[in-house]
């Protein structure tokens, strides 16, 4: 599974008396020169080579070479460094740093490659993509493999093989035919005529002397080939141009109908480049309009209002109980649909507000037997939040969460339509790309929005191996992310008019998966949007009182209302419209379903005058006096349903009304109807006909028919699933590094074998990296135990622990009693006690790491 590089060997020998130390010969060697700075900033750069803690640096640098890990690293560079690690990649290894400047600068050279450059190796180098000094650069054996160009798997830079591999198989007389046609002296051997050959097309001024003398029709065919693909097909009769390059060796054959240009022409002709256009400077992300920051501000807070308002009335929607969970998981499509009507935005919109509560942790499936959607527990105390601090928890949600709504009503690999809310929403990447939109928009001055496809540049730029389209889509996914979060974060009132507001950038902090490497605790994102919050409080209009009655009886509120205000006006009237002001429009139904609340017609009364700037209208007035008068005239009870009144005159009216005919009634007393239908049907059957009925309890009791709010169980918000493991805090990496140091010191400390017959203390070098254990009779152990405890010396021990999983440990014993010994490990950099019993065994160091 490990690559195999020579990683694993021996430790560096260090020179003595003033001899310069031998250079690294492996990777692991070149990790051991680094200072813990460099392990802690590698561990951070690439969290998964901590998955679990390497036992050493050998262990460590076998796990950096494995292609997972290569290609994860790979993925998270920007453009120009995957362009210096792809340059190497191309270039003679070892490479000197002159050779791997002059292939991103060309002939002429470029200053700012050569700035960039330095930066560059020094990421490849911190992130153990290569190792050497800059006299011998080297790069991982499995990113060589990865970024070096093959028939089967082109390279970036469009070159093809060196003439070396591509003549490997080739006969000895058809090298010597080529070195002819070339004009170059016969060798004795196919390798010095390789090296010849290799000589002539890296020689800038016989080269352009041998192309000076080829016909034009065959410079035409260089060009084509040129800056790739190199390979080009040829049939069994060449045209005299192809014909002229392939006895010269310009040209070299791949396969029977094939030929290949050689990488060492292709450079000569590319000026010496690797790449046709080098990026050593990111693109910058423009602005496409600017507004007054007051502006932005205050748009962005008005879209703030207006998310509060949207995730009220979704959960509102879904009080009492909402729609049912998919045996998948999720909405259906015809539930989502409903909540887009009954929130009066699109489809996807909706899907944004329904994922965005999920995440908050507002929204779940109740789990009972028939499950369904309803507000949770914790939607009850975020409604007793101020608004700034309300919105805060949205953003924050969203700024983490992994959940893309983006992506609902889009089909799986499988070909099934994904879901709101259903399982297979979460990307990785989603709150890096969200953090990094925001911190982009951050650069641009204040007032001002991007121009989207700067910014996408600039994301291709940061993650090009991420940013590569796969087949059969138009953009890939990082792209539609980050439309996507331009798109929301308008919606959530980050942005207004698409410049970052001042509470959006209140709310920037280290990403959770940053390309740097931060961290972002619980406690920084909560105090980010705490800032959030602070700075987004004054741009909020404040909750109103009262509203303003009109004669058409309607009830205009000028703003946000109080909630108990708004809470009776949404029970006792209907919503007409939204905006600035919302309109009520009071009703005959509405005011009976504020009696069925448990409203008098003298609460309504005394409730409305109370909270109204205008007088009571008099039209509003009879009409809550109108519906009360006739309310509870009938009363509806279980038979299966029953309707009593004592107006007899009033039921053979029902009886007689053919509306009437689907409630199956029949008079079983002067003062009582029968139905077979159950109450619930029997009371909207009868309100159907413009009758008012209540419905009563078996004691005859009138029935309140407040909403019951059905919740979900106290569940927590949906853990972000994070692409790979996430970064470590300081503390992990402090530990992982003294942990690798001390298990590396254990490994290839030399010590003594306490076994020799002679007792001659003969020395020799632990086996690094083997896992082979000390080996010692009981009584050896003991003794040397001993006596290393009584004279303050480090050993060198084997052992065993309870899951019977075995490790190398260097220990200086303190004490040795009842079977146990208890010493200071370094591996642990702790004082821990061991059984005796499971040391395999023990053996002296040569010299004491203390």
Not at 663 to 669: M, P, S
């Amino acid at each position: 599974m490990g690559s195999s590089e020579p990683e694993q060997e021996a430790h560096v020998s260090q020179g003595t008396g003033g001899t310069p130390p031998t250079p690294p010969r492996t990777l692991a060697e070149a990790l051991r020169t680094q200072g813990d700075d460099s392990l802690a900033a590698l561990l951070r750069a690439r969290p998964d080579l901590l998955s679990p803690v390497p036992n050493d640096l050998s262990q460590l640098a076998t796990r950096a070479g494995t292609r997972a890990s290569v290609v994860r690293a790979l993925e998270r560079l920007d453009r120009f460094t995957l362009q210096t690690a792809e340059a190497l990649a191309v270039a003679p290894e070892p490479a000197p740093y002159d050779a791997l400047r002059a292939l991103l600068t060309g002939d002429e050279g470029d200053e700012q490659v050569e700035a960039a450059l330095r930066v560059a190796v020094r990421t490849l180098r911190d992130q153990a993509l290569i190792w050497g000094g800059d006299d011998r650069l080297r790069l991982v054996r499995t990113a060589r493999e990865i970024l070096a160009p093959s028939p089967t798997h082109p390279s970036p830079t469009g070159l093809g093989p060196t003439v070396a591999e591509a003549t490997t198989g080739m006969s000895p007389g058809r090298l010597q035919e080529i070195l002819t046609a070339a004009q170059l002296p016969s060798t004795h051997d196919p390798v010095s005529a390789v090296a010849s050959l290799t000589a002539l097309f890296t020689d800038r001024t016989r080269m352009a002397a041998l192309l000076d003398t080829a016909p034009v029709e065959a410079l035409s065919v260089l060009d084509r080939l040129v800056w790739g693909p190199p390979y080009g097909e040829v049939t069994s009769s060449p045209t005299p141009p192809v014909q002229w390059l392939r006895d010269r060796g310009l040209l070299l054959p791949a396969s029977t109908r094939t030929v290949v240009l050689p990488r060492e022409v292709a450079l000569h002709l590319r000026a010496g480049r690797a790449h046709r256009v080098t990026e050593p400077v990111p693109p910058a992300v423009t602005p496409r309009a600017e507004y007054g920051a007051p502006v932005v501000d205050r748009t962005a807070a008005g879209q703030a209002f207006t998310a509060l308002g949207t995730i009220e009335e979704l959960a509102k929607d879904w009080n009492e109980g909402g729609p049912n969970v998919l045996r998948a998981g999720g909405l259906s499509v015809r539930d989502l649909k409903r909540t887009a009507a009954a929130l009066d935005v699109t489809e996807s919109v909706a899907a944004f507000w329904v994922e965005l509560a999920y995440a908050a942790g507002l929204l779940a499936a109740d789990g009972e037997p028939d499950e369904r959607y309803a507000p949770t527990p914790a939607y009850d105390d975020w409604q007793e939040l101020p608004d700034p601090e309300k919105w805060a928890r949205l953003a924050t949600a969203w700024l983490t969460a992994t959940r893309t709504s983006g992506l609902v009503g889009s089909q799986d690999a499988k070909g099934r339509t994904l879901a709101a809310l259903g399982p297979d929403l979460d990307r990785g990447p989603a709150p890096e790309v969200r953090q990094r939109v925001l911190a982009l928009l951050a650069t641009l001055p204040e007032g001002a929005s991007p121009d989207p496809d700067s910014l996408l540049a600039r994301l291709r730029w940061e993650r090009p191996l991420r940013g590569t389209a796969q087949a059969g889509k138009s953009q890939d996914l990082r792209a539609r992310l980050a439309s996507w979060t331009l798109t929301e974060a308008e919606m959530l009132g980050l942005t207004g008019r698409g410049a970052l507001s001042s509470q959006g950038r209140a709310l920037l902090v280290p990403a959770p998966y940053a390309p740097d490497g931060n961290v972002t605790t619980a406690t920084e994102l909560s105090a980010a949007g705490l800032r959030a919050a602070q700075t987004l409080a004054p741009l909020l209009p404040e909750p109103l009182d009262h509203v303003l009655l009109q004669a058409d009886l309607t009830a205009v509120a000028p703003g946000p209302l109080l909630r108990p205000l708004a809470e009776l006006l949404s029970v006792a009237a209907e919503i007409e419209s939204k905006g600035g002001a919302t309109v009520y429009r009071f009703t005959p139904g509405s005011v009976r379903r504020a009696l069925d609340a448990g409203q008098s017609a003298s609460d309504l009364h005394s409730f409305l005058k109370a909270h109204s700037r205008t007088p009571v209208p008099q039209p509003l007035a009879y009409l809550i006096d109108d519906v009360a008068r006739r309310h509870g005239h009938l009363r509806v009870g279980a038979a299966s349903a029953y309707v009593r009144c004592d107006d007899e005159a009033l039921l053979g009216e029902i009886l007689a009304d053919k509306r009437s005919q689907g409630l199956l009634l029949r008079r079983i007393a002067p003062s009582v109807l029968a139905s077979q239908a159950d109450p619930a049907a029997l009371l909207e059957g009868l309100r159907s006909m413009g009758l008012a009925p209540a419905a009563e309890s078996a004691e005859g009791d009138v029935l309140l028919t407040r909403a019951l709010a059905h919740r979900a169980p106290a569940r927590t918000a949906p853990k972000p699933v994070p692409e790979g493991p996430p970064a470590p805090d300081a503390t992990l990496l402090g530990a992982a590094v003294r942990a690798i140091r001390a298990g590396d010191m254990a490994a290839t400390v030399v010590h003594k074998t306490v076994s020799d017959p002679a007792g001659a203390g003969v020395s020799r070098p632990a086996p690094s990296g083997s896992g082979e254990l000390p080996r010692t009779s009981a009584a050896e152990t003991l003794a040397t135990v001993q006596a290393a405890a009584m004279t303050g010396s480090a050993l060198w021990i084997g052992y065993v622990n309870a899951e019977g999983a075995a490790s190398q440990r260097v220990i200086a014993p303190v004490r040795v009693e009842g079977g146990f010994v208890t010493a200071y490990d370094h591996t642990a950099d702790e004082v821990r006690t061991y059984p005796l019993h499971r040391i395999t065994g023990v053996a002296e160091l040569a010299d004491d790491p203390a």
